[in-house]
């Protein structure tokens, strides 16, 4: 007999003996069989079909605990709504779409995830797109989005004071900004409070002795980066610290330009005894800069993030982090855009989330250092 009969024998041997031994008595899925209804949908949460029909499409009237249990019997049932027939009743298409401005950045995939979770039950599917921080192929994007007929637009935008971006913004039904304040728009935005969680860090640093304090922020045409520099500026003006220029840098958001700005702050006269990283997208640079000189984090200089990645987790030690929750800035985001397509008139809405600081080893009393060359 060959290898190959004796492979089928055996597995035929095999699969008799699952067969013989798998319970026969297994009660089967109610609705396994086929696809879910809105009627399967509203039996299972015990309420009326037009009652789950309102609350799957954010209209008003449906009590939050009702709204709730049908989101969860249709996630349960696998429930998603007959697209094509939604499209030709109400003339929309279903879609959202969903612009970055650099689809690489591990927090834009967490933002992502939790909108799509947000917006699946509804049935909109999320079509995401990455803008590179060009605000010219971001321009070519939200007009691609817009040739589809995409029902809305959730966006962080790669120059907040781009020529014409608001009116582009605005002429989706519904749209919202990602952490972005775009001058004369009229969308709904979800906001962080960089401010709050910064100036715990810079008060945790100076209660330690710190004075020469730097911050690598990123490029000032971004809320976030324009945020942190102005906190920075204001909390040493607090606490009566002279500023230094050449301690707080701006730019570009590139590995290279992390490398670059954090080489050239350590290889000044009297350089920083503490620096506090804006932004996620300079870390590689950032650690890279301070291993080619040898230093050592908290003993040489103490390390702030801001920005919770791996990289913040797994560093030895953990790294000081002022952290913000990225699945409440999606999900957020998603909710205002269901919001605004159930009730397009209503007065525009500014959700701003809490940071937190969190000293996790990465910070220590600061010793005096001489100048690093390069």
């Given amino acids: 007999?060959?290898?190959a009969e004796l492979f089928c024998l055996d597995t035929g041997r095999a699969l008799g003996l699952a067969l013989q031994t798998?319970?026969?008595?297994?009660?089967k899925p109610s609705y396994s069989l086929k696809t879910a209804t809105l009627h399967d949908v509203a039996r299972e949460a015990g309420v009326s079909v037009s009652t789950v029909s309102r609350a799957l499409n954010d209209q008003p009237f449906v009590r939050p605990e009702v709204r709730d249990r049908v989101l969860l019997?249709?996630?349960a049932l696998g429930y998603r709504p007959d697209v094509s027939a939604?499209?030709?009743r109400t003339g929309t298409t279903g879609a959202v779409g969903l612009i970055v401005s650099d689809i690489s950045n591990p927090l834009f995939a967490a933002i992502a995830k939790a909108a799509d979770t947000a917006l699946s039950p509804r049935g909109y599917a999320l079509m995401i797109a990455n803008s590179a921080n060009d605000a010219d192929h971001e321009a070519e994007l939200i007009s691609a989005f817009r040739q589809r007929r995409l029902d809305g637009l959730i966006i962080a935008a790669a120059n907040e004071g781009a020529a014409g971006l608001g009116d582009r913004i605005g002429s989706f039904q519904a749209s919202v900004l990602l952490d972005r304040d775009v001058p004369g728009s009229r969308a709904d935005a979800v906001l962080s409070d960089h401010g709050a969680?910064?100036?715990e860090a810079i008060t945790h640093l100076t209660s330690l002795g710190h004075r020469r304090i730097a911050l690598i922020a990123g490029t000032p045409s971004?809320?976030?980066?324009r945020v942190r520099i102005e906190t920075f500026n204001a909390e040493l003006d607090r606490l009566r610290i002279p500023r230094d220029t050449t301690l707080c840098r701006s730019g570009g958001m590139?590995?290279?330009?992390?490398?670059?700005a954090v080489s050239e702050i350590l290889a000044l006269a009297e350089p920083p005894t503490a620096i506090i990283a804006g932004n996620n997208q300079l870390f590689a640079g950032f650690f890279g800069a301070i291993r080619d000189v040898g230093l050592r984090i908290p003993d040489d200089l103490s390390v702030v993030a801001c920005e919770e990645t791996e990289l913040t987790s797994f560093h030895a030690p953990p790294l000081d982090v002022v952290r913000r929750d990225m699945d409440a800035l999606g999900r957020t985001a998603a909710e205002l855009l269901l919001a605004r397509l159930a009730t397009p008139n209503r007065r525009r809405r500014q959700v701003v989330l809490p940071t937190t600081f969190e000293a996790r080893g990465s910070s220590a009393v600061p010793r005096s250092r001489q100048r690093v060359t390069t």
């Avoid at 971004?222 to 980066?225: A, C, D, V």
């Avoid at 590139?254 to 670059?260: K, M, P, S, V």
């Fill in 86 to 88: 939604r499209s030709m």
């Fill in 254 to 260: 590139t590995i290279e330009d992390g490398y670059r």
């Fill in 222 to 225: 971004q809320r976030g980066s």
């Fill in 22 to 27: 798998f319970p026969r008595n297994v009660p």
């Fill in 73 to 75: 019997a249709s996630e």
């Fill in 197 to 199: 969680g910064l100036g």
């Fill in 1 to 3: 007999m060959s290898p």
